[in-house]
């Protein structure tokens, strides 16, 4: 291991089946992503071939490989509606702008991707859904979600949407950040890592607010330098993902709805991080 690795300690369960095992760095403001690799392969060095099923967590990860749900509850707010046939129709959508020429960044292509999630792919009465369906392309307004009811009153074609019209398995495309690099892109200014009690504040103009929550830090030189409050943001989706977006990750990760209203939910999402140059705050 790393010669900056400091003194392991571990305990194990009474039916020797379960073990946690706690690594300490001693200079935690020296590591990199090198570090994180390096524990990566060691443990794959010792559970390789073997029966272990091993976990891992902490400061490494979160610095250097984990990414927030921040976009996570965007994307999410914007599939109530933002993509559906029926609100398109009726001149409802949140991202009714867009068919008026309003653009997104052109980093910014979203899919409905059914032959890649955990959903069926088909719906409720048994319409097949297609294995993409490309709703934001470049920036640009692409396909909405159609269910047979909307495509039978509005003259439309269905595409395997159920009722609700919103996304099962949605992904954002990938960008060009690796997420090592964020904090130093970043350089200084605000590392967001959730958001949550998201509403729009003005539905016409796709302005989202809401609050920040678990692990918000002031980042300085690159470098996190403190914990910052909960705060609370109200901005236009058309500025955190358009003007305002400087870049996505390359990483991804896969985050599944833990709903279990009425079933366990299959819903998905796929979504890279995102640096942005601003962000307005109300409090």
């Known amino acids: 291991m790393s010669r900056r690795l400091g003194k392991a300690q571990g305990a194990v369960s009474a039916d020797g089946r379960v073990a946690l ?53 965007l994307i999410g707010l914007l599939a109530w509606d933002g993509f559906s046939g ?12 867009m068919e008026h020429g309003a653009l997104l960044a052109p980093d910014v292509t979203i899919a409905e991707r059914s032959a890649e999630g955990i959903a069926a792919p088909f719906q409720e009465d048994g319409f097949i859904k297609p294995p993409v369906l490309t709703l934001i392309d470049a920036g640009r307004a692409g396909a909405v979600l159609v269910s047979p009811r909307t495509a039978r009153e509005y003259g439309l074609e269905t595409n395997g949407a159920d009722a609700s019209e919103s996304p099962e398995s949605l992904e954002l495309a990938a960008g060009s950040l690796p997420a090592a690099d964020a904090l130093a892109a970043l350089d200084t200014g605000l590392y967001i890592s959730n958001l949550w009690y998201l ?16 692990a918000t830090f002031w980042v300085e030189n690159g470098r996190i330098a403190a914990p910052v409050g909960a705060m609370r943001f109200d901005d236009t989706l058309y500025r955190m993902l358009g003007e305002n977006l400087e870049a996505l990750s390359i990483e991804r990760e896969l985050l599944l709805d833990p709903s279990t209203y009425e079933g366990r939910s299959t819903t998905s999402a796929r979504l890279p991080g995102a640096l942005l140059r601003a962000l307005r705050f109300t409090l």
């Open 199 to 214: 509403n729009y504040s003005d539905r016409a103009a796709c302005r989202i607010t809401g609050m920040t929550r678990f």
């Open 21 to 73: 095992m706690t690594i300490q760095y001693p200079v935690l403001e020296e590591l990199d992503h090198s570090d994180l690799v390096e524990l990566k392969d060691a443990v794959r060095d010792v559970s390789d071939g073997s029966t272990l099923q091993v976990e891992m967590g902490g400061d490494l990860f979160f610095n250097f490989e984990e990414t927030g749900t921040d976009s996570a509850e």
């Open 86 to 97: 029926l609100a398109r129709a009726t001149k409802q959508s949140p991202l009714l702008r």
